[in-house]
């Protein structure tokens, strides 16, 4: 009251002229009064003593702590501190001085430390240079953490303008005096406007440590030791290996060989290592090492004694051995035991070393070492001593002959190796060649044995060649009355040609003679997806490119005129004989089979879905088949794009296998191709509904074969069943021979013209 009584009055007295007004609210108009309550996890917290006054003054007596350091800004946005002075640390160099109490050598002692002060976070670390033999525990003194002030500012921690050279921080009741700072700190503090002295010239030297220091200098060890430091030796060669070429001739002694031996010399410690080198069935064990690691003496004598070979050795001056007895140290070494070892310099090729009493003979270097005497003792390399020696002529492995027992490839495989191994298939192929759908991947050939005895020519055969890993099955057909069992007649395997290598799909062709397990097997004929396979594949006997351009090349062109000119159509029995006699070459029944295939006439009865249906619909009511609606729920369960009724063709041949369809393979496939398919699927309720027809099946349905029900197809095509009349007259309804002509003598006339390269000349069996 007594205050504003004074300003009132002053204010008063004095004129109102600018300048001459005491009132201190002139010209504020912020008088808000802040709040001194604030609610931290629903509990009022009084805040106040942190709060200014009216309109943000400070209260009398009241010291508003900063609320950040005061640290330059860099240019641009501004950013947190954790992030602008990420891994920025200043570093000072600091000592305190502690007393020492109850000891008459020392009163206090001078410990040095370094104070680091990490500028993200304002944290504090303090370590000591640990000193040898101190006996007070040294390292890290106070571990990173922000500390604060000595009272009675201890609510505020320390900030980086506490810390200059010359300041004195008292830290946890310890005062650190600072002393001196790295260059980062000096460059720091100066930006931050703060002037940093230079480093103190003189600082308390801790007597004890001087004391210490002075009597240490004086003494004398009783026992001084040699030093032999080998680091630089190491850090400078270490990796660093030299490789000779040797040889030990142990033939003096009975039983013994010229051995031969890779000596490895160790640079970074002057170590030896010898591997022997052991040749394949040698007969020798394979030990790892000749000799392992180690130093290599160049004498070799006699074992010593225990403690015969020490670091150091003692001289007996005077009196009895052992108690009493007065020693001193060797410092002349005049009793030490000569031990010389071997070092690079006496690695050269031609030298004899001695290796615990055997004669090692250096023949040879590798590149590295000759480099390494080059540049280290300006030695050229000598000429290498021949050491290897001439090689064994190679004994051919013998294989012993098939024993049927197993599969002749597992058989092999047992006389490759002294451990048997089974032997490996080709996965990718597998894979590539496996049935995939409706495409089995496996080609079938009708056969007979090639024997002059009646009871075995009648014996017909279904050979079996699966691509997918090359192997054979022979397959015996029933034969009623025939007195011969039937069934499996060869085991599915490799089977090995005379030749050595195993049969190939090339190898098997109509008209071909194999010789399986010691039978002659006579090729016969082929069902309709081998011939397809062989055809697209282009094999040897089933290239129509080839075999027109050989027959281009035997036929004379007045044989072509005469024989082909004037005929129209003949029959597959009239074409062999007419193409066997016209061409002076040979074909196999193969080749003549694949041009009468592609010049076929059309066959009088077209197979149509309608027609195969009706043999289904009449198969299916002669088995009283009568479980449509299992097929139609199975059918039902297969995968369709749209939810719709559509399903693969692939997906339909399996159900129909799985449910037992009492339909032949050949048929049931001729079904599936002959199906209207909409977007190349199958509406498997038509399906089944067109099979469960009540229309009668006719009786009058003509016969035809399986085999021709079905034609191949080049995305999916299956097993076609065997046809047995490929080769004979009633197997193709006859050739176009005027078409065969018309093509003959175009492409004789291409080649008189040049138009096209002559081919190689091809030789058909």
């Known amino acids: 009251f007594q205050h504003y009584y004074i300003t009132n009055n002053l204010s008063m007295a004095l004129p109102f002229l600018p300048g001459h007004s005491t009132n201190s609210n002139l010209g504020v108009d912020n008088f808000r009064k802040p709040h001194a309550f604030d609610m931290r996890n629903g ?9 200014a006054g009216i309109g943000g003054k400070a209260l ?7 609320k950040s350091k005061i640290v330059p800004n860099g240019a641009g946005q501004p950013a947190p501190s954790w992030v602008v002075h990420d891994r920025q640390v200043l570093r000072f160099s600091a000592f305190f001085q502690e007393a020492v109490h109850e000891k008459r050598e020392e009163k206090y002692r001078i410990r040095n430390c370094t104070i680091l002060y990490y500028l993200e976070d304002d944290s504090i670390q303090v370590n000591e240079a640990r000193q040898e033999n101190s006996g007070i525990p040294q390292g890290t003194l106070i571990r990173r953490h922000r500390i604060s002030q000595p009272p009675p500012n201890d609510d505020q921690f320390y900030t980086v303008e506490a810390f200059n050279v010359g300041n004195a921080v008292t830290l946890y009741g310890r ?14 503090l100066t930006k931050t406007g703060a002037k940093v002295p230079v480093a103190m010239s003189t600082e308390p030297a801790d007597p004890y440590f001087v004391h210490r220091k002075n009597q240490a200098a004086t003494m004398q060890p009783h026992r001084p030791y040699e030093k032999c430091d080998t680091l630089k030796q190491f850090l400078d060669n270490d990796r660093k290996v030299l490789r000779f070429y040797c040889i030990w001739d142990n033939s003096s002694e009975m039983f013994g060989d010229v051995r031969e031996l890779v000596l490895h010399y160790f640079l970074a410690d002057d170590t030896i290592e010898i591997r022997e080198v052991i040749r394949a069935n040698s007969g020798r064990d394979a030990a790892p090492k000749f000799l392992r690691r180690s130093k290599v003496p160049k004498e070799v004598g006699a074992l010593h004694k225990p403690g015969e070979i020490t670091e150091r050795t003692i001289l007996n001056v005077f009196g009895p051995m052992g108690h009493g007895g007065r020693y001193i140290l060797d410092s002349l070494k005049t009793g030490a035991v000569d031990k010389s070892c071997y070092t690079d310099a006496d690695l050269t090729i031609g030298a004899k070393v001695n290796v615990w009493g055997r004669e090692v003979t250096v023949c040879d270097m590798d590149e590295f070492t000759a480099h390494h005497y080059a540049s280290k003792f300006s030695v050229a390399k000598n000429t290498p001593i021949h050491y290897k ?13 098939y024993n049927g027992w197993g599969s002749e490839e597992d058989s092999r495989a047992n006389c490759l190796k002294l451990i048997a191994q089974a032997p490996k298939r080709d996965f990718i192929k597998f894979m590539k060649k496996d049935r995939q759908g409706l495409d089995s ?22 050979i079996s060649f699966f691509l997918s890993d090359d192997t054979i099955s022979v397959f015996e057909p029933e034969k009623r009355n025939s007195g011969i069992v039937h069934g499996k007649f060869i085991e599915r395997s490799k089977i090995m040609n005379p030749s050595g290598g195993y049969y190939q799909a090339e190898d098997i062709y109509v008209g071909a003679v194999v010789n399986f397990r010691s039978h002659q097997f006579v090729i016969t004929d ?64 193969h080749a003549i089979l694949v041009i009468a295939r592609k010049y076929a006439n059309e066959s009088a009865l077209k197979i149509t879905y309608d027609l195969v249906l009706k043999l289904c619909r009449y198969r299916l009511q002669k088995m009283n088949f009568d479980r449509y609606d299992e097929l139609r729920k199975a059918l ?6 749209d939810n719709d009724d559509l399903i693969d063709p692939a997906d339909v041949y399996r159900v129909c296998a799985g449910v037992g369809l009492p339909l032949k393979n050949d048929l049931l496939t001729a079904l599936i191709q002959k199906v209207p398919k909409p977007n190349g699927r199958v509406d498997y309720k038509s399906f089944v509904e067109e099979l469960n027809s009540i229309e009668a099946a006719e009786e009058n349905v003509p016969f035809i074969p399986d085999s021709r029900l079905t034609v191949p197809d080049e995305e999916k095509s ?28 175009a492409l004789k006339q291409a080649q008189a013209q040049s138009l096209s390269p002559k081919p190689k000349s091809v030789h058909f069996s």
């Not at 509990?43 to 709060?51: A, D, N, W």
């Not at 009398?60 to 900063?66: A, E, S, W």
């Not at 991947?441 to 056969?447: G, P």
């Not at 039902?636 to 794009?641: A, G, L, Y």
């Open 389 to 401: 020696q001439t090689e064994a002529a190679k004994i051919e492995r013998e294989i012993p002959p």
């Open 526 to 589: 082929a069902d309709e997806y081998a011939l397809s396979y062989a055809e697209q594949h282009k094999f040897p006997e089933a290239d129509l490119t080839r075999i027109m351009d050989a027959l281009c090349d035997s036929i004379p062109e007045n044989v072509l005129n005469e024989e082909f000119a004037q005929k129209e159509s003949v029959s597959y029995v009239d074409f062999v004989e007419l193409i066997e006699a016209s061409s002076h070459m040979k074909l196999s029944q």
């Open 636 to 641: 039902s369960q297969c995968p369709s794009e």
């Open 60 to 66: 009398p007596g009241q010291k508003i702590p900063p």
């Open 175 to 188: 005062n650190f005096t600072i002393k001196d700072c790295d260059e980062f700190t000096r460059n720091f």
């Open 718 to 745: 299956g097993w076609f069943g065997l046809r047995n009349f490929h080769c004979s007259p009633d197997a193709i309804p006859g050739v176009n021979i005027k078409s065969f002509y018309d093509d003959l003598v």
């Open 441 to 462: 991947h496996v080609l079938r050939f009708f056969a007979r044995l090639d024997t002059n005895r009646p009871i075995d020519m009648d014996r017909t055969f279904i």
């Open 43 to 51: 509990v009022p917290v009084f805040v106040g003593e942190e709060k």
